[in-house]
Structures are given as C-alpha cells and as structure tokens.
T-cell receptor
Framework: KAGVTQTPRYLIKTRGQQVTLSCSPI?????VSWYQQTPGQGLQFLFEYFSETQRNKGNFPGRFSGRQFSNSRSEMNVSTLELGDSALYLCASSLRGDNTEAFFGQGTRLTVV | AQSVTQPDIHITVSEGASLELRCNYS??????LFWYVQSPGQGLQLLLKYFSGDTLVQGIKGFEAEFKRSQSSFNLRKPSVHWSDAAEYFC????????????FGKGTSLLVTP
C-alpha cells in the first residue's frame, strides 16, 4: 500500500511569488491535513480537508489556502511568499480525520529567497 | 486551549541505556495523545497513541508510554536505546473531534552515544 506522497520534495521561490504544493493521501483515506514545520515555531496546523470540504483551519493568514479534489488529493497554495514562509510543509492522511491515526508524508521543503 | 510541553529540548543517552522523554499536556477533557518520531529530512512516523483504556500503551520499535491523568503527562520510555533511535521526538494532542488538528510539542532531540 503506497504511503502519503508529497510533491515536489524541494522548492526554491522568490519573495512575492506564489507556490502550490501537492499531497496524495493513502488510498481510501478521505482526510488530508497540512502542517508547517519551522525551527522557531515547531509544527503548526494549517488546515484539514475531508471529502473536498475544509473542516478546520489553523491560525495562518489568508495567503495560505488549500483545496481537496474528488480523489482526495490535496493542494495547498501560498501566495505573495515571504521569507518567513520558508519551512517544511507536511501533509497527513487519515481515514476519517477523527484523530484516530494519521500518516505523514516526507514533506516539501520550501525555501523563499 | 490545548497545549503540549516537552521540557527537554535535547537528551543524550548511551546506547543500551534506558530512555524517558517527558510530555505534559493541558486539555479540559481526556485528550487523544500521540508520540511521533522524525528522522532528519523525513516526515513523522507514529510510535504510539492513547485514546482510552489501559494507561500503559505499547508502540513500535520497543517504545511504550504511560498516561497519567493526575500529572497530565504522557511520557515515552524505552528500556534499551539503540543508535538508530537517534531522532527528533514529538508529543502531540488531538481534540478527538472531527477536523483533524494535532497540537504538537516543540520536540525533543535524542542523541545516542556509543
């Protein structure tokens, strides 16, 4: 059974640009959550999608957005990139999104220069 | 509001020695508790979880954790550490409702010496 796949693994962007990250959950899983990991703030919850609906959102500015498709694949978008957006972005997949068990991808390392 | 505290930023243990990583949480009800491990450049791997029932839970790789409601703690233990256990360890709490959102501690970095 394939795990959670995040693409790309690494990205370098310039301030002011926008970026889209992709996450393919484990087959059959309908919940996808996104987290930002930085050395200073640690792991912070961004948002969660279940069956194409955003059910929960963390405390991030509106520049951070996401969506989920009918096949449960999810994308997150960050517009008008800032240096502080440099981070490891992790996606987690779970069957129902009820905190029973989540499986994480390897993450996308975003560097903003 | 939920919060998770991992008091130890770094811990160094000798290979073969026992290990205990501390985790304290703040939450009104019985939380869902997790321990994850992260190797450099990798995602998070679930070691174990506690939802209810037996307060001593067994996980993968020989790890166990004990839920102590009176102390609001969920400490991770391993009787004999292997060099491959060197990694970052995160304690997390979930609300137990829908809309998956884990609240993570800042992590404890484990160094294993020969």
């Amino acid at each position: 059974k394939a795990g959670v796949t995040q693409t790309p693994r690494y990205l370098i962007k310039t301030r002011g640009q926008q970026v889209t990250l992709s996450c393919s959950p484990i087959s059959g899983h309908r919940s996808v959550s996104w987290y930002q990991q930085t050395p200073g703030q640690g792991l912070q919850f961004l948002f969660e999608y279940f069956s194409e609906t955003q059910r929960n959102k963390g405390n991030f500015p509106g520049r951070f957005s996401g969506r989920q498709f009918s096949n449960s694949r999810s994308e997150m978008n960050v517009s008008t990139l800032e240096l502080g957006d440099s981070a490891l972005y992790l996606c987690a997949s779970s069957l129902r999104g009820d905190n029973t068990e989540a499986f994480f991808g390897q993450g996308t390392r975003l560097t903003v220069v | 509001a939920q919060s998770v505290t991992q008091p130890d930023i770094h811990i160094t243990v000798s290979e073969g020695a026992s290990l205990e990583l501390r985790c304290n949480y703040s939450y009104g009800a019985t939380p869902y508790l997790f321990w994850y491990v992260q190797s450099p450049g990798q995602g998070l791997q679930l070691l174990l979880k506690y939802f209810s029932g037996d307060t001593l839970v067994q996980g993968i790789k020989g790890f166990e954790a004990e839920f102590k409601r009176s102390q609001s703690s969920f400490n991770l233990r391993k009787p004999s550490v292997h060099w491959s256990d060197a990694a970052e360890y995160f304690c997390a709490v979930g609300a137990g409702n829908s809309g998956y959102a884990l609240n993570f501690g800042k992590g404890t970095s484990l160094l294993v010496t020969p």
